[in-house]
C-alpha cells in the first residue's frame, strides 16, 4: 500500500513540477510567439524548409520562455502581492530563485544557439528580443505608463523574426509585419491593463496611458486600432516591397480590424471591464486571423 502511496505521489510531484516549468516559461503565450514566427516565416519563404522551422519554432520558445522566466525572477516580491500571480512557482515557494535563473539562462542560451543555425539575423533579433524584455520593459513596468510603448518592440519582433528568417534580410518587408504587431500590441495589453487594473495595482504596476479606466484611455485605444488598421493594409498599396497583399484580402483583414474597433468602441461607451475583457479577446483573434490571412494569400489566389 506504502509503494502504491509513494508512486502516486512522486507521480503528483512530477505532474506539478512540469506544471510549474510550464508557467515559469509561459508555454502557452510561447505557442502565439512561435505561431507569429512561422507565419513570418512563410511569408518570407520561396522554399519551406522544414529544418528552418524546427529551428525557429524551438529557438522561438526559448526566446519566449528566457524572457519571462528572468520577468518573474525579478518580479518575484511584486508577484507575491498580486492574485493573479501569487500562485507562481517562485512566489508561491515552489520553485528556487537559482533553479529559474538556472532556465533563464539556459533558455537564453539555446535560444540564441537555435537561431543562429538559422541565421546570424535572426538570432541578433532574438537577442535583442530577450534583452529589450528583461532589462527596459519589466523594470519600466512600476516607474511610468511608456512601459508599454517599450514592451511593443520585443513583442512585435516574432512576426518580422520569421521573414528574417526565410530571408537573413531586414528590409521593408519584415519593417511591415513589425508596425502591424506594434500597432497592435497597445489595445491589446491597455485591455488587459484595464481588466487587471485592481490587481495591477497593488503590485505597483499601472500600465493605462492615463493611469486610469477613463475615457482618454479608451480613446487611445481607438486611436492606435486604427493605426493597427491602415498598416495591417499597407501592403496592398504595393509599397511594401516584396510584401503583397491582394485586394480581396486586404478587404478581409479591414474587416477584422473593423470588427476589433467595434469592441474598442463599446470600451470607450461603457468603460467597464466585460468591454475591455472582449476587446483582448476580439485582440487575440484579429492578430491569429490576419496572420492566417497574409499567410492564404499567399498561397490561395483570392
Do not use: C
Amino acid at each position: 500500500m506504502k509503494s502504491v502511496l509513494s508512486v502516486v505521489s512522486k507521480s503528483s510531484s512530477f505532474t506539478l513540477a512540469i506544471d510549474d516549468f510550464k508557467q515559469l516559461t509561459k508555454v502557452g503565450l510561447a505557442a502565439s510567439v512561435v505561431f507569429s514566427s512561422i507565419a513570418g516565416y512563410f511569408l518570407g519563404a520561396d522554399e519551406i524548409s522544414f529544418t528552418t522551422l524546427f529551428l525557429l519554432g524551438f529557438g522561438g520558445y526559448f526566446m519566449v520562455g528566457a524572457s519571462n522566466a528572468f520577468n518573474q525572477i525579478i518580479e518575484k516580491d511584486l508577484d507575491a502581492l498580486m492574485k493573479r500571480t501569487q500562485n507562481r512557482p517562485i512566489p508561491s515557494g515552489r520553485m528556487s530563485v537559482s533553479y529559474a535563473m538556472m532556465v533563464a539562462v539556459s533558455f537564453t542560451i539555446m535560444g540564441i544557439i537555435t537561431l543562429y543555425y538559422v541565421n546570424p539575423k535572426t538570432a541578433m533579433f532574438g537577442a535583442l528580443s530577450i534583452f529589450l524584455y528583461t532589462m527596459v520593459y519589466t523594470p519600466l513596468k512600476t516607474k511610468t505608463p511608456l512601459a508599454v510603448f517599450v514592451g511593443a518592440f520585443p513583442g512585435a519582433i516574432p512576426f518580422m523574426l520569421g521573414w528574417v528568417a526565410a530571408t537573413n534580410d531586414f528590409g521593408v518587408e519584415p519593417g511591415a509585419l513589425f508596425m502591424i504587431q506594434f500597432f497592435w500590441q497597445f489595445p491589446h495589453f491597455w485591455a488587459i491593463g484595464w481588466v487587471l487594473y485592481d490587481d495591477y495595482k497593488k503590485g505597483g504596476f499601472n500600465l493605462l496611458p492615463t493611469g486610469k479606466r477613463d475615457k482618454g484611455t479608451a480613446m487611445q485605444i481607438i486611436m492606435y486600432t486604427i493605426w493597427m488598421m491602415i498598416v495591417a493594409v499597407l501592403p496592398a498599396t504595393g509599397v511594401t516591397g516584396a510584401l503583397h497583399l491582394s485586394i480581396v484580402a486586404a478587404v478581409l483583414v479591414t474587416a477584422a480590424g473593423i470588427g476589433m474597433l467595434i469592441f474598442a468602441f463599446k470600451l470607450f461607451h461603457n468603460k467597464d471591464s466585460k468591454s475591455a475583457r472582449n476587446l483582448m479577446l476580439a485582440s487575440v483573434v484579429y492578430i491569429t486571423l490576419i496572420q492566417i490571412i497574409f499567410v492564404a494569400d499567399k498561397f490561395i489566389s483570392f
